[in-house]
């Protein structure tokens, strides 16, 4: 009989809220590491904040906004070692930077150019998965072969609430729980999939509920809450690299920003519900607690976001400064004997571009 492991309901948390629901503390973190991790969040935010503004500028085409996403992002990362496999959707475009990625390359990303593409060796970071759940099968291969070959390392799957939904969802899961594949299955429960709400998506209970059903522990986390974060995966890595499998983790929060710069969310969201969220986003919660234990001064903040700003500032002058693009690009490495209308395509191609 296969055993049905446990599903938590709570949601964890480690950051209170400075009055009644008292911070705890991670153990095993130092205050270098909590200053990094505060690095690691305000590189996202700069990145995040930088983005829509030269998206209103015209240097980068349409852009997944992931404000308040920084805390599962940064958290869950932090947990993995270099030699781990991250494979990111499009809500975690920028993941890269973690890694050492210049901003530029995913600026280029986002500007369409093939400056934007990365070898994922180089990084240990996968393409940016745009068709929804379709890169959890390839992680959950990844991490498979991982453990056949014995590397002791493991990968990490970020999608959202909507692509639980998904064939693709459910066929990496389970292939990873029956292959007891070391693979952090990261949902970013952000209660909406473009305007579709949770409510419609899913009758479970909670989407970490599913988990459940593939035989693999559950976990539930107040996803703004950096730390807490950082230890549900922290948990999930152990457990994939002592050889016992997979591990879904929901990490909940609440879509406080357009879901891209294409969409306007008034049409569909309570953006009084957006509000209240906005007043307890992640990296403000992450930095009051900083503040709380002493870890986190003014200065040291101000040069930490000046920073980020200076390597985006010096990331958008060098995308903007990569050459145009061949159009052949479009054509190639498609047919082996590519049709005859592909040549003519292309001249009509090179004749606008001009
Ligand atoms: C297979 C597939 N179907 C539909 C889409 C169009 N689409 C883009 S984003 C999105 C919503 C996904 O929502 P969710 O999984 O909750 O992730 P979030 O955007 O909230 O991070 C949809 C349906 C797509 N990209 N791929
Ligand atoms: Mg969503």
Request: hydrophobic fraction near 40%; charged fraction near 25%; aromatic fraction near 10%.
């Amino acid at each position: 009989m296969a055993q049905v492991l446990g599903v938590e309901d709570e949601l964890r948390q480690v950051i209170g809220d400075g009055d009644t629901t008292p911070d705890r503390e991670v153990e095993g973190l130092s205050e270098a590491d909590l200053l990094r991790l505060y690095r690691d969040l305000i590189l996202l935010r700069t990145y995040d904040e930088r983005s829509v503004v030269y998206h209103r500028q015209g240097r980068i085409g349409t852009y997944a906004i992931f404000w308040n996403h920084e805390a599962m992002q940064a958290g869950s990362a932090f947990a993995l070692e270099r030699s781990d496999w991250i494979f990111p959707s499009y809500r975690e475009s920028a993941i890269g930077l973690l890694r050492g990625m210049p901003p530029s390359t995913v600026l280029s990303w986002w500007r369409g150019h093939p400056a934007g593409w990365w070898n994922p060796a180089d990084y240990n970071v996968a393409s940016i998965c745009v068709p929804i759940a379709t890169h959890i099968p390839h992680a959950a291969g990844l991490a498979w072969g991982k453990r056949l070959r014995g590397e002791g390392s493991c990968a990490i799957a970020y999608f959202g609430d909507g692509a639980t939904s998904e064939g693709s969802f459910h066929e990496g899961a389970n292939f990873a729980a029956v292959m007891r594949a070391p693979l952090i299955l990261f949902c970013n429960n952000n209660h909406w999939a473009i305007s579709t709400p949770l409510e419609a998506q899913t009758k479970a209970e909670s989407l970490a509920a599913k988990a459940a059903g593939y035989g693999m522990p559950g976990i539930r986390v107040d996803g703004t809450d950096v730390l807490a974060v950082y230890e549900a995966t922290r948990e999930a890595v152990e457990r994939a690299r002592a050889g016992d499998g997979p591990t879904f983790i929901e990490a909940v929060s609440y879509r406080t920003a357009p879901h891209a710069t294409a969409d306007d969310p008034k049409a569909y969201i309570d953006m009084e519900r957006v509000e209240e969220e906005r007043k307890r986003e992640c990296v403000g919660r992450y930095e009051a607690y900083l503040q709380r234990l002493g870890v986190l001064s003014d200065e040291h903040a101000q040069q930490v976001r000046a920073e980020a700003a200076a390597l985006m500032r010096e990331g958008i002058a060098a995308a903007e400064a990569e050459p145009p693009a061949d159009p052949a690009l479009l054509f190639e490495n498609t047919f082996v004997d590519p049709p005859a209308s592909f040549g003519r395509d292309l001249d009509e191609l090179r004749r606008i571009l001009g």
